[in-house]
């Protein structure tokens, strides 16, 4: 698999489009470009039972699971809602390239 470029970058707010955690949202924890994944926090948790060893004591552990890039969108930074927004690239009047939110126009903070 060849690494592809994605619109979603760490620290995005984002939300579930699809899915079972469908309609929830968090922070982009991490992207992994080539598999076209994303992990989300508080999003497709699952607990993992780990033996007690060097790394540390054993017990139930909950964890982020990676969801697929398709099934999450940005939130749109001025409504707060749920509703998804498509991103573009446009540059300020200093120069400087920013993402920004086409529903409302909003620059996305990262």
Do not use: C, Q
């Amino acid at each position: 698999m060849t690494a592809v470029k994605l619109k979603i970058k760490k620290g995005d707010k984002v939300i579930v489009i699809a899915g079972k955690d469908k309609g929830k949202s968090g922070e982009v924890i991490e992207v992994i470009p080539a598999k076209k994944r994303v992990r989300v926090t508080g999003v497709n948790v699952v607990k993992r039972h780990v033996k007690a060893g060097v790394a540390g004591p054993g017990g139930i552990v909950e964890s982020e699971l990676s969801l697929h890039v398709s099934n999450v969108s940005h939130l749109d930074p001025k409504e707060k809602k749920a509703t998804a927004t498509k991103t573009g690239v446009k540059f300020l009047k200093d120069g400087k390239k920013v993402r920004f939110a086409k529903k409302s126009g909003e620059v996305i903070d990262n």
